[in-house]
């Protein structure tokens, strides 16, 4: 649907910061439908803007510190087993 394409478009183009939710309620197509216009038609990806802390000097140094000493005490034939294991049995937690 063309027409669709088109009023997307200008809706972006419009409104850049609204979600693709509000976007898609507010033409009244479904969100799946805005989604693979994004997508397919516009070559778009929408996403989530987050806030996060940001990271000093201090927790790059610390990070590598730590990091250096777990791959001490751990072979890496256990570091890669417990990788493997963790995403396995633990990705429904």
């Known amino acids: 649907m063309p027409e669709n394409v088109e009023a ?9 910061k609204r979600s693709a939710r509000k976007d898609a309620m507010a033409l009244g ?8 216009i994004l997508h397919a038609n516009l070559k778009l990806h929408p996403y989530k803007m987050m806030l996060v802390q940001e990271l000093s000097e201090r927790d790059h140094a610390n990070r590598t510190v730590i ?10 034939c256990e570091f890669f087993l417990w990788g493997y294991l963790k995403e396995k049995f633990f990705k429904h937690f």
């Open 8 to 16: 997307v478009r200008a809706s972006i183009q419009q409104s850049p």
């Open 29 to 36: 197509i479904s969100s799946w439908s805005l989604r693979r």
């Open 67 to 76: 990091s250096v000493e777990i791959l001490e005490q751990v072979s890496p």
